[in-house]
């Protein structure tokens, strides 16, 4: 029940954070060169003023621009993206055909940025000042300054072309046409190296939020306490630190969501994966407006979604936090 | 002079400034030591680095010189680096300040905007700008500002929120003060000191926007920039990956600098932060 009005409040405070989102994309339309049917007219090469004229009323787009934005926001409010210019089908259909690949990215890699943070962090933070936490934080520095795209490619240098351990890009390979289980243990191993490049960079944020909150949880009594009813050092580090510096990482989770899509993008290019990043890739190269807007929309509607995932994981993590807070 | 020695007197601190001036130097010597253009044909393509005299770094898969398109490309990332960072931090603080300084509906206002800018995700909204605006260097270096704006703003609106009814405020607003001035001369000054160390982090993050937009081959192809030998490399990266590896650490060492200087200001501007 507490959860449930959690994520009714969190919906409520996300409609009208998604409605800004939507006339700021409107006003950014209005500034490009040219429409949809620009857009389109010039896709069949022809240049016919009655079919553009015809197709600008087909998509509303000879109203005023009062009634081209409430007429917009209807169509999106319906999920109707209207048509690729670029393939001639449904944006919507292509961004679902797309989104499985990208969201399995995503979760791979926070997981694995999550979890290597945490225990990365413990360590640095166990040790702090001592060799052990020098060498992390000089780790931590350097991964956090590589681009994404460079380790990417670096990554297939090595595990690809030079030690031939995994697959260099795509989903799966095809030519062995594997079904069932085989299929998704391939399609596991050509989603290694694309899901540890995206985790990297933010595996070096999640290591120093979780170093700086562990050393912040040990300066609080209930620590001393722990240790002076005679826990080992163990226990007290994982049963008391570590559920308490949690709090913090979760956050940071939530607030990274956005970019990690943004870093798909840059990720799935590296390791030819079909997913949105790369569909959006392909829009920009085809200048296929009404894509890349599907997108951004659908992108945004994602981020809104884990960061409500990721609510109700830190309404679990901490009683306290009630509808109110 | 006691700040630059107490900034001296960390070595991470230390290694960053020279790194960065060093970054700075290839920025401007560029012009000198490789005065024709980066990218005209210097040699035999894919000559390997160390190989040939005059061709320290060897060539890529046209044959452009690569030492002397990284040398140019300092230009760019840094170019682009604090024209956007400058438009972001400007952003921002205006944002924040009128936002925390006034309150209420404003804030509220304000703030649902910036949220809204948090949630799109930045990279996608610059893949869009870029075809709207176009992708000249200057245009991008502009649009990468233009989305990167949010950091900055929550962080100046936090400050002022603590700081505007402190007693200098109260008693600006007693003597009748205008707000534009109790904003930027009275309070921006107090408020400022946790931004700028942000400004390392803002201009690292449009140093690595602006790369991975040329790697993508969506900026400036006109221009010998690390992101587009990167990309360039791409191609023949089984057979030399020298191409695409070497203008990657470039990058490396640039944004490392900016950290690394960003972190030794933050010591220096908040010593009880520091030393943790």
Not at chain 1, 104 to 117: D, E, H, P, Y
Request: proline share 4%; with cysteine; charged share 15%.
């Amino acid at each position: 029940m507490r959860i449930l009005r959690l994520v009714l409040r969190r919906l409520s405070l996300s409609i009208p954070c998604l409605g800004i989102i939507l006339a700021v994309l409107f006003f950014l339309l209005q500034l490009a060169p040219g429409d949809a049917v620009d857009a389109l007219i010039g896709q069949m090469g022809t240049s016919d003023d009655t079919l553009s004229k015809l197709l600008r009323s087909y998509y509303g787009l000879d109203g005023s621009v009062v009634a081209q934005f409430t007429g917009y926001l209807g169509r999106l409010v319906t999920l109707d993206l209207g048509l690729s210019v670029a393939y001639g089908t449904p944006v919507l259909a292509l961004i679902l055909e797309r989104l499985p690949v990208t969201v399995v990215l995503m979760v791979t890699s926070m997981a694995m940025a999550f979890t290597a943070g945490c225990v990365v962090g413990v360590i640095a933070a166990r040790y702090v000042h001592r060799w052990p936490d020098t060498i992390i934080s000089v780790l931590g520095m350097l991964v956090y300054s590589m681009p994404s795209f460079w380790f990417g490619l670096m990554a297939i240098v090595l595990f690809a072309v030079t030690l031939g351990w995994l697959p260099a890009g795509g989903i799966s390979d095809l030519r062995a046409g594997h079904t069932g289980l085989a299929l998704m243990l391939d399609m596991a191993k050509h989603l290694v190296m694309p899901a540890l490049t995206l985790g990297l960079i933010f595996f070096a944020v999640y290591l120093r939020v979780m170093r700086t909150a562990m050393l912040e949880v040990m300066t609080l009594d209930f620590m001393r306490t722990a240790r002076a009813k005679g826990l080992q050092e163990r226990a007290v580090l994982f049963r008391h630190a570590l559920r308490n510096a949690l709090l913090p990482m979760v956050t940071i989770a939530g607030l990274q969501a956005s970019s990690m899509l943004g870093g798909a993008v840059v990720v799935e290019s590296v390791f030819s994966l079909p997913g949105l990043g790369r569909l959006a890739q392909e829009a920009v190269v085809q200048r296929d407006l009404n894509m890349l807007l599907g997108i951004t929309v659908m992108s945004s509607v994602l981020v809104i979604v884990v960061n409500l995932v990721i609510d109700i994981i830190y309404a679990k993590l901490d009683p306290r936090i009630d509808v109110g807070a | 002079m006691r700040a630059l020695r107490r900034y001296a007197s960390s070595s991470a601190a230390l290694i960053g400034l020279v790194l960065l001036l060093m970054v700075i130097g290839m920025a401007v010597s560029a012009g000198w030591l490789f005065p024709d253009d980066p990218l005209s044909l210097a040699g035999a393509p894919l000559t390997p680095p160390f190989t040939e005299e005059g061709l320290p770094l060897g060539t890529d898969s046209v044959g452009r010189d690569i030492a002397a398109q990284i040398f140019h490309g300092a230009r760019v990332s840094l170019l682009v680096g604090v024209v956007a960072t400058g438009i972001a931090i400007g952003i921002g603080i205006l944002v924040g300040a009128v936002s925390g300084y006034f309150g209420g509906a404003t804030d509220a206002a304000l703030m649902r905007l910036t949220e809204a800018f948090q949630t799109v995700p930045s990279f996608i909204l610059l893949l869009m700008l870029v075809v709207i605006f176009g992708s000249e260097v200057t245009t991008l270096a502009l649009v990468i500002g233009a989305v990167s704006w949010t950091a900055p703003a929550r962080l100046t609106r936090a400050e002022f929120l603590t700081l505007r009814s402190r007693d200098f405020v109260q008693s600006c607003r007693t003597l009748g003060m205008p707000h534009a001035r109790i904003i930027f001369l009275e309070i921006l000054p107090s408020a400022l000191p946790p931004v700028i160390v942000y400004v390392s982090v803002v201009m690292a993050l449009a140093i690595l926007q602006e790369s991975a937009l040329a790697f993508l081959g969506l900026s400036d192809p006109n221009i010998a920039s690390w992101g587009n030998l990167i990309g360039d490399g791409r191609r023949v990266l089984r057979s030399a990956w020298y191409v695409a590896a070497l203008p990657g650490l470039a990058i490396i060492v640039t944004v490392l600098a900016i950290s690394l200087v960003g972190q030794g200001v933050n010591d220096l501007l908040n010593p009880r932060l520091g030393r943790r």
